[in-house]
């Protein structure tokens, strides 16, 4: 399927994927930032996301955002994800490494990777609510549970909106269709990558980046001692310095 995208920009490809708690308008505060710096921004929404529905049949997400960059004839592009958006761009990496030159994942999740009992409380939580059908509340403890401190009002209203939009979507489904699985393997990334983590996060992230960074020689990871899971909005004026100097190489 196609994903829904908007580009802002021009110059070297930049590929955002976005958290599952998000849709591509998590960008917002760094679209400029990058178009500014001289960057083809390109960002899209997973399946099932913002104005992506959900595909009809099996889907794979790292197969659709590679497609995505097939459609615009991008053949190589740097890739930044979050949290579930950096395990498609892990994943894609991994498959397609000559299309990606430089690979940056905040707060990212890892397959396979065993829920600590803080995150299973949190999903024990949020399927109790979803159950009793209070959307609300489950949105509410989404926001609670994975906007920081450091954020202010209107990104917490913007996590707000983008997790019930994600909610609306899934939720009117029967059934969701499986994702496809495909076997990929960390050692065949050959891209330069920056791990962000943030200390205020759920454990399993900072556990999470740990380990990435030691399965890809050469990553640089950085702890942000002030952020929760989604720095990038929490304080975009700390967080864009830290990704455009990376992408600048």
């Not at 955002?65 to 990496?93: H, I, P, T």
């Not at 009793?132 to 209107?154: I, Q």
């Not at 939009?165 to 029967?174: G, N, P, S, T, Y």
């Not at 556990?207 to 899971?229: D, K, M, N, T």
Request: charged share 20%; with cysteine; proline share 8%.
């Amino acid at each position: 399927m196609t994903l829904a995208h908007d580009e802002t920009g021009t110059g070297p490809a930049v590929l955002l994927l976005h958290s599952t708690v998000a849709d591509r308008r998590m960008w917002d505060p760094q679209v400029p930032a990058l178009a500014g710096a001289g960057h083809r921004v390109i960002r899209c929404d997973l399946a099932g996301f913002g104005d992506s529905p959900m595909p009809a049949g099996p889907y794979n997400d790292a197969d659709d955002a590679a497609g995505l960059l097939d459609e615009l004839g991008v053949e190589s592009a740097a890739v930044v994800g979050s949290s579930g958006g950096g395990r498609v761009a892990q994943e894609l990496a991994a498959r397609r490494p000559r299309r990606v030159g430089a690979l940056a994942l905040v707060c990212s999740a890892l397959g396979g990777w065993p829920p600590s009992p803080a995150r299973k409380a949190f999903a024990g939580q949020e399927d109790a609510l979803l159950a009793a059908g209070d959307v609300e509340a489950a949105t509410d403890l989404n926001v609670r549970t994975w906007v920081g401190p450091a954020a202010g009002a209107e990104a917490r209203a913007s996590v707000r909106v983008m997790q019930r939009r994600a909610f609306e979507i899934q939720l009117a489904l029967d059934q969701e269709p499986p994702p496809i699985e495909v076997d990929w393997e960390l050692a065949t990334v050959t891209a330069r990558t920056l791990i962000v983590s943030g200390d205020l996060d759920l454990p399993d992230f900072t556990e999470i980046a740990a380990e990435l960074h030691e399965r890809l020689p050469g990553s640089r990871w950085v702890r942000l001692g002030w952020a929760g899971h989604l720095p990038n909005l929490e304080d975009p004026a700390r967080f864009n310095p830290l990704l455009l100097e990376f992408l600048a190489g």
